[in-house]
């Protein structure tokens, strides 16, 4: 019997948006950039209570640095805030003790 693991502080990402196109857009663009496990889900899927209904582009990679990480996991988590405001959403990473970013 297997078990699943709950993911690791920094290897999950979640980038809300209100239109479903730029959402897809948005995860087809990680994908193509390497991201494994990029999907769209409806917002209340993702993070309920975040808000008003959207769509999330949920990013799930075990190779993404751990939160503890330093430097990397920082400018990762800059490069998914900054996509997020350009589309008027808010980004969160589960795990991380800071709140979402609006």
């Known amino acids: 019997m297997t078990t699943t693991q709950p993911p690791r502080p920094g290897s999950e990402h979640l980038v809300a948006m209100q239109d479903r196109a730029e959402a897809e857009a ?10 494994r496990q990029v999907r769209v889900v409806p917002e209340g899927q993702s993070q309920p209570g975040q808000g008003e ?10 190779r993404l640095p751990d939160a503890a990480g330093g430097g990397a996991y920082e ?28």
């Open 53 to 62: 209904s959207g769509w999330v582009v949920h990013v799930s990679d075990t």
């Open 26 to 35: 948005v995860a087809e663009d990680l994908g193509e950039e390497g991201f």
């Open 75 to 102: 400018g990762l988590r800059e490069r998914f805030t900054d996509l997020a405001r350009e589309h008027d959403g808010w980004y969160d990473e589960p795990g991380d003790p800071r709140p979402a970013t609006h």
